[in-house]
């Protein structure tokens, strides 16, 4: 079979990325932007996109939707494809209108990368459809990615190895014992679910999309680790604690429940995975009362973390939900996926650490960096947190109208003011 003509299977949460944005929870792309201190070689990295194909071949297909069993077809996409060069005087003002850019998922390719070029510098958009991967995944992909041009950079005869690798769940499910299968799936048909339907009071507007961030330099975030140090928790239930704090100021309600997103990789004996791909479920922050003060906030946190943490009920949903996809025809099983899985109102996903040791492009220095989640249609929101060299960056993703922006900055702001201060020792 030519390569062009070549087919790779639709995976279950491919499915339900796609469901996420034909019900318009949000667009189902992922975003990252990266700022260097000077230009980029065009010439290498467009070469470095176009062999990360052999790394990750679905970024060149297009999605063929069937009534049996869609499928991705790859497709003879050019480098000039996946790579545009905008030459601009005003990056700062351009880059908005970029790092919202869409896939279109039908026509492919299913990533868009745009430099953004002034006479000293370059910035880096790029939008990868949320159906390849999820965050984790897409941060492997960069890291591929810019080890090619690394390596071209050095050998302009380099090829890196074609690699088949599965993006199937079973990568999971094939190291979890016959007894923990018995135990989740107990849970599936016992779990009885805890929602709040706690929802901003946003205009929106589909034609709009934006990207907030608010950046905690290194000197805050030093701080934020020392604390959490000292209390025995952890980067995670610090941002969930004062996510916590800032949603009872705003929504005045001391009983507070929400989703956090869990690698399922862990599962994983090497901790990574095989392919690039989503594996990503979620368990849940549940807290009936969240007390007076950070401190008390942060413990209870840290407790309700520490018990889901335990246990095997992040694996419920989607192993019920990739047991149906494999076993079930194609249409019964989009059906009852469909009902199954819905948007949290309201979620915080910490993407974690984007590691400088690992983001390297030859002979060019990355400045900054940040990489954030799907962008939100009404009433939907979301924060996701960043972190590049000890600084953090928390955004926002959202289809709406200027008081939306203004909105949702004021409730970062809330948020940063709820986040742990304390004088530390920098050695």
Known sequence: MKEENRRYKVEFLD??????????????????????????????FKTAMDLSARIMPIIKCQYVKAFTTPYWKRCDFSAEDLVTVIMTDRIEEEKPKYNVQKTNVEKGPQIKATILRSKSCDSLCITMNHMLCDAAGFKQYLYEMSDIYSHLEKDPTYMPP??????????????????????????????????????????????????????????????????????????????????????????????????????????????GNEGICNLVSFITCDISEIGSTYKETLDKVRKAMNKQKRELTCLSLVMAGHLLYELFPYPIAKKIIMKSFGNPPLSLTNIGIIDHNKLQFEGVNVASCYMTGSIKYKPYFQIGVTTFKQCMTLTVNFHGTPNDEQEIKDFLQLMDEELPRTTFSKK
């Open 15 to 44: 499915m339900v990325q796609l469901m996420f944005g034909t019900f318009k929870y949000n667009d189902h792309q992922l975003h990252f932007v990266v700022d260097f201190d000077t230009h980029i070689n065009e010439k290498i």
């Open 162 to 271: 074609v690699l088949e690798r599965s993006r199937s769940m079973s990568q999971i499910f094939k190291h979890i014992s016959l007894w923990d299968k018995m135990k989740i799936f107990y849970s599936v048909i016992t779990k009885k679910e805890k929602k709040d339907n706690l929802f901003f009071s946003f205009e929106g507007n589909e034609d709009r999309p934006f990207i907030i961030t608010h950046s905690l330099s290194q000197n805050r975030f030093l701080q934020i680790k020392e604390y959490v140090k000292q209390e025995q928790a952890t980067i995670n239930d610090a941002l969930f604690a004062a996510f916590t704090r800032a949603i009872q100021k705003k929504f005045h309600k001391n009983a507070i429940t929400l989703p956090c997103p869990v690698d399922l990789r862990k599962y994983i004996p090497s901790k």
